[in-house]
């Protein structure tokens, strides 16, 4: 069972700077692919970004592209989100998710292990 923390949310301003962490606890997930996903209120759960076992491949949502970075450290079984130029669309619960394969898609059905979100609030 791999047991899924994110941590970093918070309330900023329009235009700050978030990094969010997933950090895995149980059997970590060192060799599966890892995706960031958000829910605003009254919206669906959409993808945000994933990242392959070894970091080699990462997936942007084209509406946070050239904003939003993912990173991982193996060693310290932690995936990254940077997130820059927040703006207030942005605002929302902010989960981690652990595929059962090597790779990150973008659909939510092949992540099998969830965090509880943690949640990002930008103020205009």
């Known amino acids: 069972q791999v047991q899924l923390v994110e941590s970093g949310g918070g309330l900023v301003e329009a235009g700050s700077s978030l990094t969010l962490s997933c950090t895995s606890s149980?059997?970590?997930?060192?060799?599966?692919?890892v995706g960031w996903f958000r829910q605003a209120p009254g919206k669906e759960r959409e993808f945000v970004a994933g990242?392959?076992?070894?970091?080699?491949?990462?997936l942007i949502t084209d509406s946070v592209k050239g904003r939003f970075a993912i990173s991982r450290d193996r060693n310290k079984h932690t995936v990254f989100l940077q997130m820059n130029s927040l703006k207030s669309e942005d605002t929302g619960v902010y989960y981690c998710a652990a595929s059962l394969r090597a790779s990150a898609g973008s659909a939510s059905s092949g992540y099998r292990y969830w965090g509880q979100g943690t949640q990002v609030t930008v103020s205009s």
């Open positions: 149980g059997r970590t997930f060192s060799n599966n692919g």
């Open positions: 990242i392959s076992w070894n970091g080699g491949d990462t």
